[in-house]
């Protein structure tokens, strides 16, 4: 069983940055990893993904300003987020499944989410 626990949400300004960590308990390192966000009222978006093999893909809204890692030493994924605008205001929730997709249904596991609110 994989357990996911997301950090490093709060408040900036628009164009800071925040860095986000997902911890895992469970062996991640042979897992695609995701990251998932949802404003109220909104349905639940995805992000950016890292394969098993590190390659990355990221949703066209944040591309060139996050950028998704992993440690595998560590059992941690990261979400780096720079030039935040308003509209990346959302809970933001960690994902870990056996498919490298942009799909949320085929992600297996979910943390419990942190949320990232960004001022103008």
């Known amino acids: 069983q994989v357990q996911l626990v997301e950090s490093g949400g709060g408040l900036v300004q628009a164009g800071g940055s925040l860095r986000l960590s997902c911890a895992a308990s469970g062996r991640t390192f042979s897992m695609a990893m995701g990251w998932f966000r949802q404003a109220p009222g909104k349905a639940r978006e995805f992000v950016a993904a890292i394969s098993r093999i590190d390659s990355t893909v990221y949703a066209d809204s944040v591309e060139g300003r996050f950028t998704i890692s992993r440690d595998n030493t560590k059992n941690t994924v990261y979400l780096q987020m720079n030039s935040l605008k308003p509209g990346d205001t959302a809970v933001y929730y960690c994902?870990?499944?056996?498919?490298?997709?942009?799909?949320?249904?085929?992600?297996?596991?979910w943390g419990q989410g942190t949320q990232v609110t960004v001022s103008s």
């Open positions: 994902a870990a499944g056996d498919l490298y997709t942009v799909q949320a249904g085929a992600y297996d596991y």
